[in-house]
């Protein structure tokens, strides 16, 4: 695959986002390459999860990410994007995603925003840090119960 031909954080989020979609149908993490993605995203990207979630820590380049999404399908049985406004589309675009999920460990259904700072240079993904409101609520949906001693 080719890089995306324009530099616009718009057009490159637009298509990742399509991308996305297109992997997650096409069996996600662990059954789709991750090549569907790969060229939306620098070689050296740098995605920040916060570290009390499930799914937490710095991810770099394209074998981090590959890792990350493992590590998400692991944690979440559905994770749906419902609604995205683009606050910014500069270098560094803002993205405002309503999230539908349902863990996997719980079957606890979680309805979330997720605020995400993405930065765009050369037609790519160089960092992507999102932003959850409550990740101790996440944290919590997520965990796996334990049984009293």
């Known amino acids: ?20 979609a297109k992997y997650l149908a096409a069996g996600g993490p662990g059954e789709a390459p991750f090549d569907l993605l790969a060229p ?7 995605l920040h999860q916060a570290e009390a979630l499930p799914y937490g820590g710095t991810w770099h380049g394209h074998a981090g990410l590959t890792r990350f999404f493992l590590a998400m399908s692991d944690v979440w049985e559905s994770f749906d994007m419902v609604d995205q ?9 803002v993205v405002l995603t309503q999230v539908q999920a349902r863990a996997r460990a719980t079957g606890r259904e979680l309805a979330f925003p997720i605020l995400q700072s993405i930065t765009v240079r050369d037609g790519r993904i160089v960092e992507v840090r999102p932003f959850y409101w409550d990740t101790a609520a996440i944290a919590d949906a997520c965990a796996v119960p334990t049984r009293p001693a």
């Open 1 to 20: 695959m080719t890089n995306p031909a324009t530099t616009d954080s718009m057009t490159v989020l637009t298509g990742m986002y399509e991308a996305e």
């Open 40 to 46: 939306y995203f620098a070689s050296d990207v740098v």
């Open 85 to 93: 406004k683009f606050l910014a589309t500069g270098e560094t675009a």
